[in-house]
């Protein structure tokens, strides 16, 4: 951590010398960078400095381009990658009814005939799936990796494993509403759906993440990419 300090205090130092930052710029756009650290991620401090410039550039303009539309996931790209998740349930849900065929043989058929035994078994593996790769490093599931976004909390942190399951029971909530919970990213400033709005959490690129202004709010700005 100390050579990763040094490196950024060095670049960040570099833009304050030019006259492009000021001090409490500096100090900002360091806590930020060892916060995203800290996060269990990496950062590049120089795309984070560029990006904090840009975006004080833009405020200063008064400029109705609100960052959301840079960093904030898009509806289109969302869905695409819940399209993407989807289609990895159903191999790991025909791989578990092999499985259950082949252990269990005949007596497969008083879980796989019983819709309640389904519904539960059901919501054990998307509570799963969905839990365990947002809480991971990818801070995703397979479908947001490959459309490059990732799940954080308004504040720009990994979700706690709590608010994680909040967010998956929403979920569940969109697709008994037929999807309509869904439709509210399309509205949205942040792109948030219904779940996102009741879980506190939003979807980013995955070299975006919240950058926290002078008053504490956030706006989704690039900070470096993860490997």
Same mark, same amino acid.
């Given at each position: 951590m100390k050579n990763e300090i040094r490196i950024a205090t060095e670049v960040i130092k570099r833009y304050q010398e030019r006259g492009d930052i000021d001090p409490?710029?500096?100090?900002?756009?360091?806590?930020?960078?060892?916060?995203?650290?800290? +996060?269990?991620? !990496? #950062?590049?401090? !120089? +795309?984070?400095?560029l990006n904090y410039m840009r975006s004080r550039d833009l405020d200063a303009r008064g400029s109705d381009q609100d960052y959301s539309r840079q960093g904030y996931a898009?509806?289109?790209? /969302?869905? #695409?990658?819940?399209?993407?998740?989807?289609?990895?349930?159903?191999?790991?849900?025909?791989?578990?009814?092999? +499985?259950?065929?082949?252990?269990?043989? =005949?007596? #497969?058929?008083?879980?796989?005939h019983n819709h309640t035994m389904l519904a539960i078994l059901g919501l054990i593996i998307g509570w799963?799936?969905?839990?365990?790769?947002?809480?991971?490093?990818?801070?995703?599931?397979p479908g947001k990796k490959v459309l490059g976004l990732r799940v954080v909390s308004l504040r720009g942190y990994p979700p706690t494993h709590k608010v994680l399951t909040l967010r998956f029971a929403c979920q569940a909530l969109c697709i008994l509403s037929g999807g309509v919970g869904w439709l509210a990213m399309f509205a949205s400033k942040k792109h948030q759906?219904?779940? &996102?709005?009741?879980?506190?959490?939003?979807?980013?690129?995955?070299?975006? =993440? @919240? =950058? /926290? &202004? /002078? !008053?504490? &709010?956030? +706006?989704?700005? @690039?900070?470096?990419?993860?490997?």
């Open positions: 409490s710029e500096f100090e900002r756009i360091l806590d930020n960078y060892l916060d995203t650290l800290k +996060s269990g991620y !990496e #950062a590049d401090v !120089e +795309s984070m400095v898009g509806g289109f790209n /969302r869905f #695409a990658a819940t399209v993407i998740d989807f289609g990895v349930l159903l191999v790991i849900t025909a791989i578990l009814h092999i +499985s259950l065929r082949t252990v269990l043989g =005949v007596h #497969a058929d008083v879980i796989l799963t799936y969905f839990t365990a790769c947002e809480r991971s490093k990818w801070m995703g599931t759906g219904l779940h &996102d709005l009741m879980s506190k959490t939003m979807v980013v690129k995955r070299d975006f =993440v @919240p =950058v /926290r &202004d /002078r !008053e504490g &709010d956030i +706006s989704a700005a @690039p900070v470096g990419s993860e490997n």
